[in-house]
């Protein structure tokens, strides 16, 4: 088959790479020939974005070659591998808002070094533009453009450097179903004319919809690989979440008293789209309920909106039948919410803070550790030391938490919010990122939760996590639970379909 | 297995040398590569570097009087710098010491002016009083926008300052002017009564006010829960807001006090050392306070002697004038000191980094 192809315009090779913490890409072979879409599909964390960022010339490899045409190469930045024609669409735009798109196209690119003649820039976007049909004014300013038309300026930008392997990182991620359906026409037209797309996403439709061959990555490794005709919907969906059986070692739940009511909650993500839509659920006492899905589907957004971070646009949520809607953090604590963040180097751990200044984080104002006017510094030193010890955090009380590697880290955040006696947690990936072992410490402090009658709302995009914890799973999709199972009829096929929005009723 | 993955968990091995103690000798390397700096300055000048540090070191330190000078000029240093302490802690960048003190002059002022003749029991306090509200309210205006719709404080308070001097031209050549001093542009003199107490020779009671003030702050910040808030706001306003802290009430009352405390050393300008109000009131105590409070690490106590060094930095440029150097080595000192110690501590950052990269790099290729 290999022979019948032309030669690959890229070629990696056993591409390594470790972070602090994590293997990002474990070995992974991957090669891109001119004239298709290659889509590129994984859950969050599987290694995509790594590999696509050593492509791009962001990071270098640990171990493994990159080959361009047949030829070794080493990129050691961005700019080497844009030489090499390689280039990448950004999720995130990079563009000047006050800048021309004309200007834009042009920045950083190499071409007119000394002296910029604004009449043929211009001209030459222009042509370029008409070439390619990307229907631009140069001379329009990028903060008046919508995001569709960004895009366009930044997949301008790529081919006017010459680019013949395309990047898109997520590229419909921020786009509305007809921008998508232009995107693709362009994406089409690009291989057309013999250059690669390479088509990062963790969409199945619009995987299925572009793509002329799928590579599935999970857990930082090549899961599978085949040709749009062999592909289906359920054999992908089962790649990407795996299909580890689960062990449940544990007695069924006790389920007791409604503690946690969600209805209708709709909120808007942090830069301002709808990103929870009409959200309900509960949550009983003796349960945990877990909510499945890729991130960026909301979860983050709605178990904010919950915790009273984030206001909801619509929607009501009762605690132990107090209506806490749109009431402050403090006090929706005070009734007895926990809540483990996403982010726990800018939300839920004080990175600069020693391990008591941590400790205290969401008790502080309360006696014993504040008692008349003044916090108390043996009290707060008591506590600190207590979560140490039971929760085996490898750390002295004064290092301060940024020098604690992230299993300690995220131990310390699990073991603060457990110990405030809450009536419901809501965690949030609680175990991104994490290794083995305190991934294990942390899925027994969420067990022993539940034993003593705590109502537990587990958000991960871990299925494997999901089914192993929940007594009831949801699953979250564009900002809405689209489905619902106790965690004993739950089908992983079934379940990484609604992941991925095929699952969802037209 | 246990202990294959205990070894990942492992804490990240010590620093040999505490991170405070680095702190200090980042300073400290700061301070002397500045004086190198402007001795090669000095040097291209056509002046003898050791020489003229002598002279300023003498000046600064060397006799009862050079001394009562310069704590006379750490009064105004530490006070504003308490106060921009607050807010840097929080993460505010007041950068409106300079006319937070003003404005707290002016204040004091009016009441010394209007009511000479009140015994000093009443207007002393009342002056003080007068001092620290008319600070925080000039703080308060640009910390309103700030705290409601998220206004860049810089710019803000930055300019405020040149409105709070116009306020004292406006006062001088006006109303406020001396009758008796043909258009000269400064008020009456306060009455006897209006005067701080001396505490020993030009030493006034603003002394005590500073040092009363550093325990005030320490102990606000360190051990006080709204401390704490504070703290956090500033070191990640993410987790501040995650925790369930009334960040926006901080923002005001973190403004309202660090006015309020360069308001202080405005009342006790006017009523210890100028006795009046005229134009400069302040020579930059208000930016120099952001350079002391930084080199300070923001610890209040620190705040205190270095204050007082740049106290006496002061002192002795203006002892060079005397020997026709330029008094404006100082405040090249000043900058350079600043330029320096910024750029040892994102050095010293980027080697922490770099430490604790290779620290976790070596925990997990152990453990694979």
Redesign the interface.
Known sequence: MADARPPALVELRGIVK?F??ALANAGIDLAIYPGEVLALLGENGAGKTTLMNILSGLYRPDEGEIRVVGERVVLRSPRDAIERGIGMVHQHFRLVERFTVAENVLLGSHTPRFRLSPGQVLEHVRALGARHEIALDPRAYVGDLSVGERQRVEILKVLYRGSRVLIFDEPTAVLAPPEVDSLFAGIRRIVGEGRAVVFISHKLDEVLRIATRIVVLRHGRVAGAMPRAEATPGKLATLMVGREIPSRPRVAAARGSLRLRVEDVAARGERGYLAVDGASLTVHSGEIVGVAGVAGNGQAELAETI???RAPLRGRVWLDEHDVTTR??????ERGLA?I?E?RH????????NVV?NA???C??RAPI?RG???R?RPARTHARRLVEAFQI???LE??V????G??QQRLLVAREAAQEPKVLVALHPTAGL????TEAVHRILLELRARGVAVLLVSEHLDEVLALSDRVLVMYRGRIVHERPASHADVDEIGLYMTGVGEPP | M?DA??A?????PRPRIP?WVEAILVRLAGIVAALLVCAVLLLLQGYHPLLAYADMAVGAFGSRFAIEQTLLKAIPLMLTTLGVTLTFTAGLWNIGAEGQLTIGALAAAWLALNHPSLPALVLLPGMVLLGLLGGALWALVPAVPRAYVGMNEVISTLLLNYVALLVVDYLVFGSWADPTAFNFPYSPAFSDTARLPMLFGDVHLGLVFALAATVVVAAAL????W??EI??SG??P??A??????VTRNILVAMAASGALSGLAGMAEVSGMIFRVQQGLSPGYGYSAIIIAWLAKLNPWAAVPVAILFAGLLNGGFALQTSKVPAAITYMIQAAILFLVVAGESLLARVRRAR??AA??A??GGAR
């Open positions: 470790v602090p913490g915790a009273g971070i402050p953090a403090r006090e929706i604590r809540f963040p982010d800018r939300q839920g751990l004080v990175p600069a803070f200044e205290i984080l969401t502080y104002a504040s006017g003044l916090l510094r490898q750390a002295s290092t301060p940024r020098a604690l590697s299993g300690n290794d083995v072992a305190s | 246990a993955t205990l990942i968990e492992r804490p990240a991170e360190g051990h006080t829960p401390g704490y703290r956090t070191a990640s993410g987790a807001r995650y925790a369930g802290m009334p604790a990269a976790q790099k925990a997990l």
